[in-house]
Nanobody, 114 residues
Framework: QVQLVESGGGLVQPGGSLRLSCAAS????????MGWSRQYPGKQRELVAR???????YYADFVEGRFTISRDNTKNTVYLQMNSLKPEDTAVYYC????????WGQGTQVTVSS
């Protein structure tokens, strides 16, 4: 099993920045990819960004160069730096990991509003 704990969500004004963190523990040796997804109320989760254990990254089109995913393997932590935030980025953001199964964190609320 893998446990994921997110932090860093909150309220920010449009144009502002937030950095989300996700600390992994447990059977982390099995993880080959980690990522962030988000979910609007009543909608399915959508992938925001993903990073492999080799450092290769993928971003959804709507990111438009505003977000950066990174990982610190020494801390078993993945980050999502979000800049130039828009009101439509308001959602619950979930960390997830792919290994022997797909694992999810509990989610952290990001609200972009003036």
């Amino acid at each position: 099993q893998v446990q994921l704990v997110e932090s860093g969500g909150g309220l920010v004004q449009p144009g502002g920045s937030l950095r989300l963190s996700c600390a992994a523990s447990g059977s982390i040796f099995s993880i080959n990819r980690m990522g962030w997804s988000r979910q609007y109320p009543g909608k399915q989760r959508e992938l925001v960004a993903r990073i492999t254990d080799g450092g290769a990254t993928y971003y959804a089109d709507f990111v438009e160069g505003r977000f950066t995913i990174s990982r610190d393997n020494t801390k078993n932590t993945v980050y999502l730096q979000m800049n130039s935030l828009k009101p439509e980025d308001t959602a619950v953001y979930y960390c997830n990991a792919w290994g022997m199964s797909v694992y999810w964190g509990q989610g952290t609320q990001v609200t972009v509003s003036s």
